[in-house]
């Protein structure tokens, strides 16, 4: 039976959306595109059909990744997502994570296609939180509002990175995320209830 164009493209999106998931998993090098297309249903010969490579899928599953952490963050308290960032639960399931803190590692030693991805995804998220959160604070200059939200994103993904690092078992992952938790909110509570840092997700 002839696959039409729509399915055709439900088709892609399914396995965008899969190879996402899994890649945050299980990192670039631990999926294969048989293995990845079996889990999508599909078989390994239609991979082609869709991509070009694997860099290709790579680069549009990045995409797919940073677009559902931008929708994540859309209407979330402040105070409310930085305790589920930095939490246990976000830490052990790096799958339906954030890709920021489950591939960055990754995407360093990736083709330029794929930093490409990661580089345009993060300042898409740095407009984002910007142009829905930020409020200046009084004689700050616009670049001042970006650097605190690099700042503050870097953290976060940092102690997600390290405590992943870290056995499941040992009292240093769960140190690294109460200290930097704890750091990220108390500087969120610093800050007047308008600005980024009260509704950074």
Request: charged share 25%; with cysteine; proline share 2%.
């Amino acid at each position: 039976m002839k696959v039409t164009k729509a399915q055709a493209q439900a088709n892609r999106a399914h396995i965008v959306e899969t190879a996402s998931t899994l890649f945050r998993e299980r990192g670039y090098d631990g999926v294969g595109i048989a293995d990845l297309m079996a889990f999508a249903g599909f078989t390994h010969g239609g991979f082609y059909k869709h991509f070009e490579s694997k860099a290709d899928l790579m680069a549009q599953a990045a995409t797919c990744g940073f677009a559902q952490t931008a929708a994540k963050a859309e209407g979330v308290d402040a105070r409310a997502f930085v305790q589920h960032y930095l939490s246990r639960e976000h830490r052990d399931a790096p799958g339906d994570g954030c890709t920021m803190a489950a591939l960055c590692a990754d995407a360093a030693r990736q083709p330029a296609s794929i930093k490409t991805a990661f580089a345009t995804g993060i300042e898409s998220l740095l407009v984002t939180f910007g142009n829905q959160f930020d409020a200046p604070e009084e004689g700050e200059q616009g670049g001042d509002a970006r650097a605190r939200r690099i700042d503050l994103i870097a953290q976060a993904v940092g102690a997600i990175v390290l405590s992943r690092a870290c056995p499941d078992d040992s009292p240093l992952a769960d140190e690294i995320l109460d200290v930097c938790r704890s750091a990220v909110l108390s500087r969120l509570s610093s800050k007047t209830s308008g600005s980024f840092e009260s509704r950074i997700t």
